[in-house]
T-cell receptor, first 114, second 115 residues
């Protein structure tokens, strides 16, 4: 049973545009929501993360919007650049104890075209 | 920032042989390490969670006798794929967490090809 649903599967955005990727979760016990960026042949790298006590978090061109009542969160990439072309994964985890595992979305392949 | 390394970055082996992959946290102590496998164009699939000095907890469907995980120190975990077969060919990624803090740091991955 997939607990984190991610969409779209792939996304093409023009350079300078806004890229938006959405995720929805089911488990209300989740309280940590990170986004990872992965380039081909590399491990994922943390982009930005949020906890449910805030509705938005911004770091540079990357913003997470969080809707606790709808159990949804999204990643916005402003002024998208060709270097942003990668696969993006949302994830969710409950509690802050070290053993707790991340549940990943299925990934979005983002392509930024000139 | 916290760095996690993996060795080797890629390996090719013959069917039936065993392969060991190392995961090291270079500048922090990792109380928990995670092992994932990833098939092309798919998401990360958690294989097991390990804590230093104790047995790993395997996810449902992952054969513990085939994928041996050892977490002998706070900076090193190893994954041994025993009697590897072509279907074990995949991208294996480890990650590590400190005792405190949210972030989970990922290694660069190891590409395993079994001929």
């Amino acid at each position: 049973q997939q607990q984190v649903k991610q969409s779209p599967q792939s996304l093409i955005v023009q350079k300078g545009g806004i890229s938006i990727i959405n995720c929805a979760y089911e488990n209300t016990a989740f309280d940590y929501f990170p986004w990872y960026q992965q380039f081909p042949g590399k491990g994922p790298a943390l982009l930005i993360a949020i906890r449910p006590d805030v509705s938005e978090k911004k770091e540079g061109r990357f913003t997470i919007s969080f809707n606790k009542s709808a159990k949804q969160f999204s990643l916005h990439i402003m002024d998208s650049q060709p270097g942003d072309s990668a696969t993006y994964f949302c994830a969710a985890r409950k509690s802050n104890f070290g053993n707790e595992k991340l549940t990943f979305g299925t990934g979005t392949r983002l392509t930024i075209i000139p | 920032g916290a760095v996690v390394s993996q060795h080797p970055s890629w390996v090719i082996c013959k069917s039936g042989t065993s392969v060991k992959i190392e995961c090291r946290s270079l500048d922090f102590q990792a109380t928990t390490m995670f092992w994932y496998r990833q098939f092309p164009k798919q998401s990360l699939m958690l294989m097991a969670t390990s804590n230093e000095g104790s047995k790993a907890t395997y996810e449902q469907g992952v054969e513990k006798d085939k994928f041996l995980i050892n977490h002998a120190s706070l900076t090193l975990s190893t994954l041994t794929v025993t009697s590897a077969h072509p279907e074990d060919s995949s991208f294996y990624i480890c990650s590590a967490r400190r005792q405190e803090g949210d972030e989970q740091f990922f290694g660069p991955g190891t590409r395993l090809t079994v001929l």
